[in-house]
């Protein structure tokens, strides 16, 4: 097997080249490779100094995630770097693309670093729920501070290459060729010395920016395991030898990656990357070219819809009927991103060029040269049928015709064409320019190019895309029905709003079922007759408790939207308790979790049992990107898995629940969903 790591002398410079697609990982290869060019460099007189580069899109981008959790070979990447930095003669880092993780780790061993500009630097452990575990937390704080480094590990975001400068990360950065300038770079300091080594440098640390930090990030890092791990590390280490905050840094590491927590976080790492795949599309399959899009509705949906392809430099023309409704959504788009630019994250011409792609219009004609039309209106069925017979004879042939639907079948919108091939659903988050979460829905008759090309326009707009099958509320809305009926049903049997909530919140969600409920519209779905009360639900609708933006819902809010239980929903829930003759009990906790979280799982159980999702892992991706499921407990399905699915058949037993056929012959095989 040929190594990835291959060496070349360019006079007395030895360049050591790795190519090892897709992003350079070290893996066991890799880093047996550097090990060796390490030894060439030192047996060969004729060396004076030696360029790490990499081939394809990236400089190492870390460790090889898929190694962790079995025998790591030799070296190990901590053995490897202290190799690289203990060299006689000076390395020189040539970075282009993203050096992360242990790829930064390998960077800062060298002795200097050279990037291109568009270089990014980072340590994204964190996000593994892991730490640097190759010397970052201690060579880091040694070259940018104390405070960088805090920042950079403990947040896991990259920094461009001009403040890697800035923080003392890099000695250069090139606008010439990489290798080229890396090699005359190495010219330069081959008999420099002493070689700069990053773990001799001194640290000062200053224990009130420890704890300022500490302060200032606690909500932030409030049950993570790794952040918190991390902080520990960088202040107990700081100003210490670094063979001993190495030791320290070993142990974190090590006490981190056997945890729960990364382990659900690389679950998702891969679940994410897994979900933009199609088992079962033809060889040879080719997504169709999307150069033009047609929104139809500019209402929230069709205008969050629409940034997304706008950012992404995709023309939009969007439709409405009125011309007050098309400038009140083409306003609010032009606000989005003005309220975006304010923040600094994007300038004033980025908003234009983006505004400057959108072309209202008030005819359905105008979207005859759309290759990709989404329609975005009131989710009823008549409403969606009529547009799409429409669009069967205005859009060219081989456009997709795509719905926002959030629940409704697409076979039958679909049947409204001549052309179901090239129909599927397009289910948007709310706000759809901002979650990350888009479920692909895949007709009957959707063509496998159809489907592919709408993985890679997800991907072309930054949305983590699903596929899901067509069953009412697909993936994501489906297993929130029994959670939100089961909310419901507690509420009358004993339980408040407030104590469902808390359970909710203490588990990592964003939010409970009624915070939920108050902040999408209490009188989403309801039928609006105010005479017509057959649930609590349609009780504070009739008194238009529509929740948050009408000041009340199933909490009071303040002028600053703070919630407070409220004494009149109270009297509506005993009111019901009363009418519904429904017996009374003490809730508990462990009730709330069986009621509500177990029946999403078995209710996932059941959209795998009927293929309504290829794979546990998407609907893991499905709840954490749509639904604010806590990353570090992997999604539904893999929490389900290591709370243990005889577990959960026990509590779904408990309470009458009908438990799924898969679920439960998983629980009595000892098996799991991922
Ligand atoms: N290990 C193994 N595979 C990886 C990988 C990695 N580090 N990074 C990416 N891949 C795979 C990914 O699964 C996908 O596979 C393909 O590469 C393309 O990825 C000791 C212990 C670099 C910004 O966390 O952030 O170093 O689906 O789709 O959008 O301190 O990949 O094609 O089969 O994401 O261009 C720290 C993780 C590791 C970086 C490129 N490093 N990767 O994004 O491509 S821990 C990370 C990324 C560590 C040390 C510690 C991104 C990217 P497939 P992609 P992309």
Redesign the pocket.
Known sequence: MTSPITTRREGDVLVVLSNNP??N???AAVRQGLDKAIDEAAADDGIKAVVIACEG??FF????????GKMMAEPS??VLVDKIEASEKPVIAAIH??A????L?VALAAHYRIAVPSAKF????V??G?????G?TQRLPRVAGVEVALEMATK?D?IPATKAKDAGLLDRVTDGDLLTDAIAFAREVADARPLPRTSEAPVTLDPAVVEAFRKTNARRFRGLDAPNEIIEVIETTAGKPYAEGVQRERMG?MKL?MGKQSAALRHI??AE??A??IDDLPEGTQPREIKRVGVIGAGTMGGGISMNFLSAGIPVMIVEMQQDALDRGTGVMRKNYEATAAKGRMTAEQVEGAMGLLKPTLSLDDLADCDLIIEAVYESMDVKKDIFGKLDTIAKPGAILASNTSYLNIDEIAAATNRPQDVLGLHFFSPANVMKLLEVVRGAKTAPDALMTAMAVAKKIKKVAVVAGVCHGFIGNRMLMPRQVEAMNLLLEGATPEQVDRVHVAFGMPMGPFQMADLAGVDIGWHRDPTRIESIRDALAAEERWGQKKGKGFYDYDEKRQPSNSPRVAEIIEDFRQKTGTPQHEVTEDEITERTLYTMVNEGARILEEGMAQRASDIDVVWIYGYGFPPYKGGPMFWADQEGLPKIVAGLEKHGFEVAKLLRDKAEKGEKFN
């Open positions: 897709p992003v990982a070290l893996g899109q990236t981008a870390g460790a090889d995630i898929t190694e962790f990447l901590p693309g993203t992360l993780g242990g790829g780790e980072g340590l994204p452990e996000k593994l892991i730490l640097p575990g190759a970052g896991g990259p590491f990656v790492f891969f990357r897994k933009s795949k």
